[in-house]
């Protein structure tokens, strides 16, 4: 059977050293410290329980996933405050400036209205 080019060349294509997979690294459930050290970690913060369970059962298989799974969440959490308090701050700056305005503006009635009299 003859071989195309195109076989040819797909099998002498080099894979990049980071397509293969590593299989000596085995997933090892997270030992009762480990937990507790997760547990304590995801309540620091107000998290969900459905949050704190997820992290707990996928410590069951891989304590390594786990705590990547509560890093994730939390710097979700995170972000998603600043963001926040982003918007906060830029809307307390609004309002100053809306004040500000407005006294501004009832500075300059007075003597709108002095002038028409």
Do not use: C, W
């Amino acid at each position: 059977m003859k071989r195309s080019t195109m076989q040819i060349m797909r099998m002498n294509r080099k894979k990049p050293k980071g397509a293969e997979i590593n299989f000596k690294q085995k997933a090892l459930p997270a030992s009762d410290r480990d937990l507790v050290i997760l547990a304590e970690k995801l309540t620091e913060f107000e998290v969900p329980l459905n949050v704190l369970l997820q992290a707990m059962s996928i410590a069951a298989y891989d304590g390594t996933a786990a705590f990547r799974y509560a890093d994730h969440y939390l710097n979700h959490l995170n972000n998603k405050n600043e963001l926040e308090s982003l918007f906060l701050l830029q809307s307390n700056t609004d309002l100053e400036n809306s004040l500000s305005l407005t006294k501004k503006i009832s500075n300059l009635v007075p003597e709108i209205f002095s002038e028409q009299i």
